[in-house]
Each structure stands twice: as structure tokens, then as C-alpha cells.
Nanobody
């Protein structure tokens, strides 16, 4: 039921930075976990980073120390700060709202991140 709108993707050179935003149509306080996933062509969609309503974060090993997930409850928005980008970070990035109850989970439309060498 929640609508997720993503922004911030684009083309960047290796070593550069991007900040992705995911804005929900409802209060994210009611959503247990907000996460960022990515999927490159021919590959499985994988978890990049997530943050719970209590502020607990989790990251894929490949992005630890480079990416930071945060949330602004007042703006109903979750961010993914991406620093020191590498060509292997190139993928479609998707926001996910996971209620972790009967309401299930919902996906954003995705935004493309392309990192050139």
C-alpha cells in the first residue's frame, strides 16, 4: 500500500559519491525495516543496506565503510550515502519497505547507478 519514490541515481566516475533518497507516502515510523537493494544485469537482487525503526543498521560486506544508510522520520525518507564508488557498484538500486508482519513488503521503482572507471 505504501508508495516509495526514489531519486538520486546517475552517472558518476569511480571514487565519486552519490546520495540516494527514498520517500514514502506514509510515516516510516510504522515500517519495521527500510532497505536498499541492488541488481546488476544477469545477477540476483541483493541487500545493500537496511535500517530498522529502532535505528539498527546492517550492510553488505562489499559496501561496509563506504555506504551509510540513514532515515529522517519527519520527512518519511531513507537515504543511502554512497562514497568511494567503484565500477562494481553499477546496478539498479531499489528501496524496500518491510513491515515484517501481515502487511508484507513493498518495492520502489528503482534508480540506476552507473560508475565509470
Amino acid at each position: 500500500q505504501v508508495q516509495l519514490v526514489e531519486s538520486g541515481g546517475g552517472l558518476v566516475q569511480a571514487g565519486g559519491s552519490l546520495r540516494l533518497s527514498c520517500t514514502a507516502s506514509t510515516s516510516i515510523v510504522s515500517i519495521n525495516t527500510m532497505g536498499w537493494y541492488r541488481q546488476a544485469p544477469g545477477e540476483r537482487r541483493e541487500l545493500v543496506a537496511q535500517i530498522t525503526s529502532g535505528g539498527v543498521t546492517d550492510y553488505a560486506d562489499s559496501v561496509k565503510g563506504r555506504f551509510t544508510v540513514s532515515r529522517d522520520n519527519a520527512k518519511n525518507t531513507v537515504y543511502l550515502q554512497m562514497n568511494s564508488l567503484k565500477p562494481e557498484d553499477t546496478a539498479g538500486y531499489y528501496c524496500r519497505a518491510n513491515y515484517r508482519d501481515w502487511r508484507g513488503s513493498y518495492w520502489g521503482q528503482g534508480t540506476q547507478v552507473t560508475v565509470s572507471s
